[in-house]
């Protein structure tokens, strides 16, 4: 059939809109929003036929259904509740850890009304967001100060940025991580503006090549924990508390990304030993690093905590970048 022909039998923008299954969606869209998206389809459907995709008359019924679902999928949420079938607990992919109802039904309280988000309710003036939260953090992981930021990325970005811009950090060459995402430290570090210094090899750093690295240009001590894969056979690393002698000894901190943010035992529940939270700070870390999202269960949020000299910088540092951006 003659394309001219084909193209003439297309109907127009008022046949369309005169479908009620179509029309509905006028008072949740608007006029304009609904006449773009059948507008859209219609060119698919004419292009279509000029690059001979199809031969045929466009059947009416099937053109609405394409625009109605076109309609569906601007309308609805884009995010679905699924089942995890992966056979991994913790999947970055499907929304990590699951929030259980209890905390839902008090957000749910929360979010439907106003909040003393950032309003101290004793003092009757302007408080701090952190302050709903920080005491909790410290008596659990025996820090003395805490924060929160979007993930636990952006806490490693924050440490950096704040403590090391234009200074170098000391990593070991084993603990250079790619995490889900594609978020890398030593692209994280550069981000920040921090300068890595890479020590020791892929399986053994010792504590001597640390040491060997500091210099005037040193900024911080940065210990990364390697939780999604294991080096094992011919290993070494360093553990926290003799980095943290090491950073007092020359006055650098010491910073922890524990990533999933371990708060429990491990063996209480029959699995392989993983460094804490509370095992970093009572080894002397300056401050530490983790998701909330994880193994904690809460929603996204990468949680810092450590000495409240440190946290008050990146405190201030939060601030500014958020004033300047």
Do not use: W
């Amino acid at each position: 059939m003659d394309k001219r022909v084909i193209l003439r039998s297309i109907p127009n923008m008022n046949e369309l809109l005169e479908d009620e299954k179509i029309h509905k969606f006028q008072e949740q869209l608007g006029s304009e929003q609904l006449k773009k998206v059948i507008r859209n389809v219609l060119e698919q459907v004419r292009s279509e036929i000029i690059e001979e995709k199809t031969e045929s008359v466009p059947d009416e019924k099937y053109l609405k259904e394409r625009i109605r679902k076109q309609l569906d999928k601007l309308t609805e949420p884009d995010m679905k509740k699924v089942i995890n079938a992966t056979g991994t607990i913790l999947h970055t992919n499907l929304g990590r850890a699951p929030i259980s109802q209890e905390h839902i039904r008090q957000l749910l309280y929360m979010v439907s009304g106003y909040s003393n988000l950032e309003y101290d309710l004793e003092e009757g003036h302007r408080g701090e967001r952190y302050s709903h939260f920080d005491e909790l953090l410290c008596r659990l992981t025996g820090a003395e100060a805490a924060m929160a930021v979007n993930n636990n990325a952006a806490a490693v970005l924050l440490m950096l940025s704040a403590l090391g811009r234009e200074k170098e950090a000391i990593v070991s060459r084993g603990e250079l991580v790619e995490i889900g995402g594609k978020f890398r430290i030593p692209d994280v570090m550069e981000q920040s503006g921090t300068v890595l210094k890479e020590v020791g090899t892929t399986n053994k750093t010792h504590l001597e090549d640390y040491e060997k690295a500091i210099s005037e240009e040193t900024g911080m001590i940065l210990k990364v924990h390697t939780s999604n894969y294991k080096i094992v056979g011919f290993t070494e690393s360093v553990e926290m508390d003799q980095l943290t002698a090491l950073g007092k000894k020359y006055g650098i901190p010491v910073l922890a990304d524990l990533g999933s943010g371990v708060l429990l035992p491990m063996e209480a529940y029959g699995l392989p030993h993983e460094p804490t939270v509370q095992e970093m700070i009572q080894a002397g870390a300056d401050l530490v690093s983790f998701s909330g999202d994880k193994l904690l269960g809460g929603p996204q949020a990468g949680i810092i905590v450590g000495k409240k000299k440190y946290m008050d910088i990146l405190k201030k540092a939060s601030i500014d970048e958020s004033v300047t951006n």
